[in-house]
């Protein structure tokens, strides 16, 4: 019995649109993906502006966002795939992040999203 697989193409991104609850991507074969913005808890936390600053990469498998060091492929978005980071990674990161934008603005300015917001 021959048994033959047939091979995938995954589509690439073209276009990344992120807003406050939503991350959108363009793709190559003319669909648009559209996912909670929830599920990259990075990008939940990140400014407009950090939100903004992203770069395809891997000839567009993959979108980068420099700012909070997040990686998402399309294939991961295609199968449903939050992000895969463990709690403690993300713990870390976000005492990292929190520290960093206490040197930026002043500790008395509260973003919506910190947890610390009385």
Known sequence: ???SAVEIKIPKAENVRVTK?????????GRTISVPLEWFPRLVYATPEERN?????G????IH????????S???LLAGNPSGESQTSF???LNQYQSRLTLI????VKRKNDPDRK
Request: hydrophobic share 35%.
């Open 1 to 3: 019995m021959n048994i």
């Open 21 to 29: 609850d939503t991350l959108s991507v363009d793709l190559s074969d």
């Open 53 to 57: 600053n992203w770069r395809l990469i």
């Open 59 to 62: 000839r567009g498998h993959g």
């Open 65 to 72: 966002w420099e700012d909070i060091d997040e990686d998402i």
């Open 74 to 76: 399309v294939e991961g």
């Open 91 to 93: 713990k870390k990161w």
């Open 105 to 108: 603005r002043p500790p008395s």
